[in-house]
């Protein structure tokens, strides 16, 4: 009876602890997709923290672009185009590196989107993506910046 009741327990700890030491497969595939998904597309700036951004007709966007074979990043701050080098992970982890930027004379009244979102990439942590949608955020999870994509995701 003794050897039945041990045996029992033994069998049903090694299944509780199994069961958290694991992340079940459709999480891994949920967090491989966010990487797939941030990657390879030009994702439009929609809000710089709480802070909504509307363009005027024909006037040029703040964007990003994550290439995964080069590990750069690429885009434009709605006057000058924008560079550097990232990490991301399929746990939502990203660092950017150093932003380079051109310094061209913009004669758009845009000089607050351009300084906010430069100074935003900055703080980037973390990332979310969503469909259509793009959350870079702090260490802390404030959204810093987020983009729409009109690509659809794969």
Same mark, same amino acid.
């Given at each position: 009876m003794k050897k039945n009741f041990l045996l029992g327990c033994a069998l049903s700890s090694g299944i509780i602890f199994s069961a958290c030491s694991s992340t079940p497969?459709?999480?891994k595939v949920v967090q491989a997709n966010n990487l797939a998904h941030l990657q390879g597309k030009v994702w439009?700036?929609?809000?710089?923290?709480?802070?909504?951004?509307?363009?005027?007709? =024909?006037?040029?966007?703040?964007?990003i672009?994550? !290439?995964?074979?080069? +590990?750069?990043? $690429?885009?434009?701050?709605?006057c000058n185009r924008i560079m550097g080098s990232y990490q991301?992970?399929?746990? =939502?982890?990203i660092s950017l590196g150093q932003v380079a !930027?051109?310094?061209? +004379?913009?004669? $758009?009244?845009?000089g607050q989107i351009e300084q906010a979102y430069q100074?935003?990439?900055?703080?980037v942590a973390k990332y979310?993506?969503?469909?259509?949608?793009?959350v870079l955020l702090d260490a802390e999870g404030n959204a810093?910046?987020?983009?729409?994509?009109?690509i659809q995701p794969r």
């Amino acid at each position: 009876m003794k050897k039945n009741f041990l045996l029992g327990c033994a069998l049903s700890s090694g299944i509780i602890f199994s069961a958290c030491s694991s992340t079940p497969p459709e999480v891994k595939v949920v967090q491989a997709n966010n990487l797939a998904h941030l990657q390879g597309k030009v994702w439009i700036v929609s809000q710089i923290g709480s802070q909504p951004i509307t363009y005027a007709q =024909n006037a040029q966007t703040a964007n990003i672009e994550f !290439s995964p074979t080069e +590990a750069r990043f $690429s885009g434009s701050d709605s006057c000058n185009r924008i560079m550097g080098s990232y990490q991301a992970d399929n746990l =939502n982890n990203i660092s950017l590196g150093q932003v380079a !930027s051109t310094q061209m +004379a913009c004669l $758009s009244n845009n000089g607050q989107i351009e300084q906010a979102y430069q100074q935003a990439l900055q703080h980037v942590a973390k990332y979310t993506v969503n469909h259509q949608q793009l959350v870079l955020l702090d260490a802390e999870g404030n959204a810093l910046v987020t983009f729409i994509s009109p690509i659809q995701p794969r």
